[in-house]
């Protein structure tokens, strides 16, 4: 972690290679950065999908033989997504792991460099690389027992209770076109399995931990219940769907069968948006906007998760002001270059709150277990008593009042 804020956590990046399935020869480069406590302890996970930071990095597959010639590290080691998004307080003041996963391809497989949303796969790389930290931890070493029994640091790996595996709660989380690709994350195996082979997106992953003779996992279908992630919750930041998927829909089918699932989904999920941020309300930028008003039925990516099915999970809020690159704990470019002349700023009060609001989400999963919260539960639990006010937390900002209140439910 860029910076790493406590003594008693560790950092480790894992590079291995994920294969979607079988039935293709699609392979993509995965780094995952994982951030634990170093008494092998976390409570869960937080899976963090970032937004657009790759980049249009032209030489990318020059840099990435020269990186196999010459024994370099990969391009993607680059990216570094927890310099930027950077929980760490909310992750240690509940002794949870946080981690993030970047991979070579998002939209079109010729252009590892383009990530405009609109693609499930990232979020199908997510759903795998949280398993993949469950079952072997924070090593790249997974056919060595004693490197994994070494590095498993999920309090209860394995340990169920009434067929619920505990310490397997991952809370799925992104940015951006991340907090698209976190829809699909937190729809779980079987329903990736589903609506990926519906469109065409097939997926049993597969990990490889070499380009030369590479031993692999096996597929997660062959994988117990014990190894796998449970989706505990979703938060989204300012999601960002693909403004341009709809023009490739063979290439990229987009994410609305997988937001039609999650209403049906019991299951916190939030979605936070910033009036002044154009990048995820703009339907010009992002097709379908995340967010339009509370009489919006149909068109948004809201809409889809709150109405496709009655007694739907999904809430949203909105920052005043809000601005599409504040949640970040430092500038980037490629990032800014979403927005014009930003209310609020990287580093300062909407990073404050999205830190927060971590540390009240995640203390919301913890209290309420393996098995889960229920809908009463979710709408007036710890979490909502927080947030449901105009200025929640210490950072000073400021929430949109909505008709129900300051966080809408479908209704």
């Not at 990287?346 to 919260?373: H, R």
Request: hydrophobic share 35%.
């Amino acid at each position: 972690m860029h910076p790493i804020e406590v003594g008693y956590y560790d950092f480790q990046r894992i590079y291995l290679w994920l294969q979607y399935s079988d039935k293709l020869p699609l392979f993509t480069e995965i780094v995952i950065e994982v951030f634990y406590p170093n008494d092998m302890q976390a409570k869960g996970l937080v899976m963090f999908d970032h937004g657009f930071m790759i980049g249009p990095n032209l030489l990318f597959y020059p840099e990435l033989v020269y990186s196999k010639i010459t024994n370099k590290e990969t391009p993607l080691f680059q990216v570094n997504p927890s310099r930027y998004y950077n929980y760490t307080k909310a992750a240690v003041d509940n002794k949870w792991a946080m981690a993030f996963v970047t991979t070579c391809h998002q939209q079109v497989e010729g252009m590892p460099w383009t990530d405009f949303g609109g693609s499930p796969r990232v979020g199908q790389s997510a759903y795998a690389a949280a398993c993949y930290l469950i079952r072997y931890g924070a090593t790249h070493k997974y056919d060595d027992t004693k490197a994994v029994n070494k590095a498993r640091f999920l309090s209860s790996m394995g340990k169920s209770t009434n067929g619920n595996c505990m310490g397997n709660n991952v809370i799925f989380a992104g940015h951006s076109v991340g907090g698209a690709h976190a829809q699909a994350a937190a729809c779980g195996f079987e329903a990736l399995q589903e609506i990926g082979a519906q469109s065409l997106k097939f997926y049993d992953p597969i990990f490889y931990n070499g380009e030369v003779c590479p031993k692999h996992t096996p597929p997660l279908s062959k994988w117990d219940a014990s190894q796998m992630a449970t989706a505990a919750g979703l938060l989204q930041l300012s999601p960002v769907d693909g403004a341009n998927g709809t023009l490739i829909p063979i290439l990229a089918p987009g994410m609305k069968p997988y937001r039609e699932y999650l209403s049906r989904v019991p299951m916190p999920n939030l979605m936070v948006t910033g009036s002044s941020d154009s990048a995820c309300l703009d339907p010009n930028k992002s097709n379908p906007p995340a967010w339009i008003d509370v009489n919006d039925k149909k068109s948004s990516q809201y809409a889809q998760m709150a109405y496709t099915c009655k007694d739907s999970w999904a809430a949203t809020c909105m920052v005043e002001n809000g601005s599409h690159c504040s949640y970040l704990s430092e500038e980037n470019g490629i990032c800014s270059a979403a927005e014009n002349n930003p209310t609020y700023r990287a580093g300062g009060a909407e990073y404050t709150f999205t830190n927060e609001l971590f540390d009240q989400y995640i203390q919301l999963v913890s209290a309420a277990g393996p098995a889960g919260c229920s809908l009463t539960d979710w709408k007036a639990g710890s979490l909502m008593q927080w947030l449901n006010k105009e200025k929640p937390g210490t950072s000073g900002i400021t929430l949109t009042k909505f008709p129900d209140g300051y966080v809408h439910f479908p209704g």
